[in-house]
């Protein structure tokens, strides 16, 4: 019975087997362990990057409220879709042609005012441009050719102009080349086209054949003409010229206007001629 006794009492514990009231084990030896601190946890900084950025958003939400902005309600989902890729870009050559038809367009441009430009300042330098038209019939004369630039400056010119008034259809121009005397003449000559040099004018200008207005306006003079400037009048006859598609003018005198700017011409006498030229010491050329 003394055994049992003895078998059922604890035993004090050892040394190996005391714990310390922070139930961290002992070591051998009495010494107590320690635990390692934990490791930190790793922080993604492109969260943190988010993060703060929200908190600007909210922050500028709350003074835009604060400033009586309205807040608008949210998209809906799916509305706003992601920006897809930027657009091609255009050839090389396209975007080389582009340029360079630019270039050519401004060099136009300019060449264009340049141009005007230089027809300006010409025609006010004396002397310079064209002739002035001759003006009306009652104007012609006087001193006006001394002061001005109005008429042709060489006989074979001259005859050319006058075709080219009548193809045109301008009787101002055309009649303000006669002297008052070779007006009247030349309209009793043509009497059965009008009474006036205008009306004959506008009926001859009826009679030139469409699409030959350029060929009447240019008749061919014969290498035998002498139309000479030297001399102070000549006389052409239209039986003498290659008149295409109109009508003949008859016999023209030609003379210098006294004093006149460079020596200017004007009809000073109109003869009549048969328009076949028959009769005639000039043979037509067609």
Not at 6 to 23: F, I
Not at 180 to 185: I, T
């Amino acid at each position: 019975m003394m055994e049992c006794v003895a078998d059922n009492e604890q035993q004090p514990p050892g040394p190996d087997d005391r714990t310390p009231p922070s139930g961290v084990p002992a070591q051998p030896g009495g010494e107590l362990s320690v635990r390692p601190p934990a490791e930190p946890m790793s922080v993604d900084p492109e969260a943190v990057r988010q993060f703060q950025q929200f908190q600007q958003f909210q922050e500028l939400m709350r003074r835009q409220q604060e400033d009586g902005f309205p807040q608008g309600d949210p998209p809906p989902p799916g509305f706003l879709q992601p920006w897809g890729p930027p657009p091609p870009k255009p050839p090389l050559w396209k975007r080389a042609l582009k340029t360079i038809g630019g270039k050519l367009v401004t060099l136009a441009l300019v060449a264009l005012l340049v141009a005007a430009g230089a027809y300006w300042l010409i025609s006010k330098l004396p002397g310079g441009g064209p002739p002035e038209s001759p003006g009306k019939p009652h104007e012609v004369g006087g001193k006006k050719a001394e002061t001005n630039l109005i008429y042709e400056t060489d006989p074979r010119n001259a005859v050319q102009k006058i075709y080219d008034d009548i193809a045109q259809n301008d009787a101002e121009s055309a009649c303000g080349r006669f002297t008052d005397g070779a007006r009247a003449e030349f309209a009793k000559h043509f009497a059965d086209l009008g009474t006036t040099c205008e009306q004959i004018v506008a009926a001859l200008n009826a009679q030139i054949t469409t699409g030959e207005r350029s060929e009447y306006a240019n008749p061919w003079f014969p290498s035998s003409m002498n139309l000479s400037p030297a001399q102070d009048s000549v006389q052409v006859s239209s039986c003498a010229l290659e008149v295409t598609g109109g009508p003949r003018l008859g016999l023209l005198t030609w003379s210098k206007i006294p004093r006149s700017v460079k020596e200017q011409w004007i009809v000073t006498r109109h003869d009549d001629e048969p328009a076949d030229c028959s009769g005639t010491s000039s043979a037509p050329t067609s």
